[in-house]
């Protein structure tokens, strides 16, 4: 598996190449959420004081809520899931590690920068599973889950049904989830394991104090309690998702409510028209033929509209 860390994003380097200012585009490189969670008023004390242990009793207890997370599983928040996956390595025993591919590239980096074998395939000490997965959608069971088991369910939230999040209270299996993509909300840096008393502990000890800004505590209690927003959200990125395939007619490898991944002739061709277009979109350093789609927001389908043209 590669190491290079490659991602969406990259807006800053699309406008300097194609002209035009960061509200031009249309960033479609991404598979975050176009209409976020409404954040409403933050209290002067999350940003002044220390994050205490009240604010993340309350986004804990939301969380497990919200995800059904069963008795015996502990939850330990983050500075974003990245930070969890870069501390994944250190929480496992062992020197190998499989990660099926294509799948996101920060759990392969995370394991090879601190030693470990990396492989696509075969008997290892640690297997990583996303779920659904980035960038084909492709969704695995619980029998898939085996061993020692990274469940990736950064993208799990538009399918709540399908979480495999009863794995956390099996020695040795942990479930990531990610605040910022079904909220809409990257830029909290929130993110979570789901897990058993002795991996949180390991975990805990690795991350270190106030791993979550005040704000953060503050938001995502708030939107966790936001069932209602959390149920209309889904029902919303169904129907665009279903839009997006209809709209730009070409073959579906796959993807979720939050992103497509498509089949073309020349990827980079189709990159390159599109940003002509102010319109950014994924494409995959092992793949000359898949293109990666996020959702439009809702006033902005005409733009992406006219780039197809």
């Excluded at 974003?80 to 996956?85: D, L, N, Q, Y």
């Excluded at 799948?103 to 090879?112: D, I, M, P």
């Excluded at 209602?228 to 839009?243: C, F, I, P, Q, S």
Aim: glycine letters at 10%; charged letters at 20%.
């Amino acid at each position: 598996m590669s190491e290079k860390r490659d991602h969406g994003g990259g807006l800053d380097a699309a406008v300097a190449r194609y002209g035009g200012t960061r509200m031009d585009w249309l960033d479609l490189s991404t598979g975050i959420n176009p209409v976020p969670y409404p954040v409403g008023e933050i209290s002067a004390d999350a940003w002044t004081a220390l994050p205490d242990q009240g604010a993340m009793d309350r986004l804990l207890a939301t969380a497990r809520k919200f995800w059904n997370v069963p008795d015996g599983a502990q939850i330990v928040a983050a500075n974003g899931a990245s930070a969890i996956i870069a501390a994944m390595p250190q929480v496992f025993r062992g020197h190998t590690v499989t990660i099926p591919s294509p799948t996101y590239n920060e759990h392969g980096a995370a394991f090879a920068a601190n030693g470990w074998v990396v492989q696509p395939n075969g008997a290892a000490d640690v297997r990583v599973l996303v779920h659904p997965n980035n960038p084909d959608g492709r969704r695995w069971s619980m029998t898939d889950l085996t061993g020692p088991t990274v469940i990736d369910e950064s993208f799990c939230d538009i399918a709540s049904d399908a979480s495999l999040v009863a794995a956390a209270t099996q020695p040795e299996q942990i479930v990531l989830k990610s605040f910022g993509k079904f909220w809409g909300l990257a830029g909290a840096r929130l993110g979570f394991a789901i897990c058993n008393d002795a991996m949180a502990k390991r975990l805990v000890d690795l991350l270190g104090p106030w791993a979550v800004s005040g704000p953060a505590l503050e938001v995502g209690a708030r939107a966790f309690s936001d069932v209602a927003w959390a149920e209309a959200t889904r029902a919303r990125l169904a129907v665009d998702a279903a839009r997006l395939d209809a709209l730009v007619g070409w073959k579906l490898v796959g993807g979720t409510n939050l992103f497509r991944t498509y089949a073309v002739p020349d990827a980079a061709a189709m990159q390159d028209k599109l940003a002509q277009g102010h319109v950014w979109s994924r494409i995959f350093p092992y793949s000359a033929t898949w293109i990666r789609l996020g959702l439009p927001h809702p006033d902005r389908w005409d733009q992406l509209r006219a780039a197809l043209a």
